[in-house]
């Protein structure tokens, strides 16, 4: 069954495209047709590309690894963190920092001083240092929130990114593609969806047209990651069986020796006898005299 159908797509205004003279002619696949100046988007590629992206994020998601959602656009950035943020994914709705992919090891370092700066209110430094220090040491802590507060978990590059208007965003699509890290994003008719690896052809300037997307992008990715706790606990049930088994095996085997070493040792229960002084081994002290 598919994520969203024509019907859905329309009601929420994602085939609204930009001014005829504002185009992109590399978008010229995805435009139905045109309509009082305005491209009006064909929404049945549109459901196929929705498509195409969820399964392709649900595999990501489902093998761990991280995305990051980058929407810095007034009408989006509210919707892209309350819905992201549900699925525990690092976003950035704030300005891009320039570097944020290509420079990865700086933005660590600003990551790990915000976390310098948690301890200090803890460990009790800020009792020791003057009001005016604490304060400018407060502003530093909350300037790095506002910019890293959603990445601060990301140890490592995003396996993909998820774009809102990739105009708008160039500066993240060109470090992305510079590090070969995949890039999904919705394309309006005045970007180029062939900057982008997974293009979704939509309007990118409507909320309802971006809510309505990225509620279906963030449910593949829930997804994903119940896949992958389901993968988890059946791996994990199948381990205690395995070990269960293995020393219930190593219990019989130990059954089997016991009973061999005992048949051995008594010989079918006849009395070993000494041949030499023709009397049972058994209870004797000294040799008889021949």
Known sequence: MARTNFEELLNAGAHFGHLKRKWNPAMAPYIFTEKNGIHIIDLNKTVAK?????????SIARSGKKILFVATKKQAKDIVAERVKAVNMP??????????LTNFATIRKAVRKMATIDKMA????????????????????????????????????????????IAHEHIAVAEAK???????????????????????????????????????ITQAIEEGLNERKQDKEAQALE???????????DNDELGKSMEMSGEEEGTGGEVAVDKRVKRPLTGSKKPLKK
């Open 178 to 216: 510079r590090l070969n890290i995949p890039t999904f994003a919705i394309v309006d008719t005045n970007s180029d969806p062939n900057l982008v690896d997974y293009a979704i052809p939509a309007n990118d300037d409507a909320s309802t047209s971006i809510a309505h997307i990225i509620t279906i």
């Open 122 to 165: 803890t460990d009790g430094t800020f009792d020791n240092i003057s009001k005016k220090e604490k304060l400018q040491i407060s502003r530093e802590r909350a300037k790095l929130e506002n910019q890293l507060g959603s990445i601060a978990d990301l140890t490592r590059l995003p396996a993909a990114l998820f774009i809102v208007d």
């Open 91 to 100: 976003f950035v709705t704030e300005r891009w920092p320039g570097g944020m």
């Open 50 to 58: 929705i498509e195409e992206s969820s399964s392709a994020l649900k």
């Open 239 to 249: 381990e205690k069986e395995g070990k269960s088994n293995a020393s219930k095996s």
